[in-house]
């Protein structure tokens, strides 16, 4: 990396998605000194637009965070490509170390890093992913709206998921494949809701002419569908935190493995805050934009009450 950082900062953001830009930009304009360092590898890259969001609906991913980080170097942040692969905690600040060798310190920490899909080990599901590979009916279900649609089983939810595509498509398939038989209410529910219900193991997609022509089965047989949508296991990117005493726990819903704060995005460990998808797993943009900007606005709050707890100090002493 050839940007030059300071020494310390008041506050460094590790991940610069709508959640991390959003609390620097909350920060920098409290006139906190703030970093943000991102890695470069968006969730939602593979996506052509972030939809759901007000006013910047259909907008590309990579242009969303090009605007954001414009809006916090305007107010005096500073934004860095590189990644951080340790954080530990002396007596005075968290040392932040990044892959090319070079720390900084920070007085807080508000980490955004977001989360990895974990997808089902069947070919063509990650190439496709983002595109005619699709988990949210509310980030992609306009764009395949009326298409015919197979939902992979991979788990308890996925036959809520497979309701919230019933909306969206009447051609809707529900590939059971190594999946337990369905209760038989679950079963009802498909039959009355006029979901395909399609046994048998799924051994791949057939694509061709760069899409996708159908499912193919273990049997042979190829189930033509133009889009699936599977839930992904998502766990928290937060590997560099261990030293800190935070690790990735199961999340009660099941969906994969989140740090786990407050509503405020407060962890366990003074001074390390958290937002968007890498403690809320299901969180789109707009309210990982939000949480992140809470976020940020408490991390000011504590530094002005630390700040205020001195200037008292100072003043009696005086």
Known sequence: M??????????????????GLNGALMLARSRRSVLVID??????????????????????????????????????GQVITGEVVGATRNATA??????????????RLLITTG??????????????????????????GWEV??????????GAASLHHALLFRQLTDDLMFFQDTQPDLPEEQAEQLAARGITLVTGAVDGLE??????EGVRLASGTVIPRAVVAVASRMVARA???TDLG????????????????????????????????????SAQVGSAAAAGALAGAQINADLVAEETRRAVEAWRSA
Not at 41 to 69: I, S, T, W
Not at 94 to 106: C, E, K, N, Q, T
Not at 145 to 154: H, K, N
Not at 207 to 212: N, R, S, V
Request: charge should be negative.
């Open 246 to 281: 935070l690790e990735p726990v199961p999340h009660a819903s099941g969906m994969g493995e989140h740090i786990p704060a407050d509503p405020a995005g407060r962890t366990a460990v003074p001074g390390v805050w958290v937002a968007g998808n890498v403690t809320d797993l």
């Open 2 to 19: 050839s940007e030059l950082l300071e020494h310390a900062y008041e506050v460094v953001v590790v991940g610069g998605g709508a959640a």
């Open 94 to 107: 968290f040392d932040i170390a990044l892959a090319d060798g070079r720390h900084v310190a920070a007085g």
């Open 145 to 154: 709206r009326d298409q015919p649609i197979g939902v992979l089983a991979t």
């Open 115 to 140: 989360l990895v899909d974990e997808l089902p080990d069947v070919p063509g599901l990650r190439e496709r992913w983002g595109r005619d590979v699709v988990h949210c009916p509310y980030c992609h």
């Open 239 to 241: 590997g560099f935190l």
């Open 207 to 212: 694509i061709k002419d760069d899409k996708i």
């Open 39 to 76: 890695a470069g590898q968006p969730r939602n890259a593979p996506a052509d637009g972030v939809h759901g969001l007000l006013a910047r609906d259909g907008m590309p991913p990579r242009e969303l965070v090009e605007r954001g980080r414009r809006e916090v170097r305007h107010y005096g």
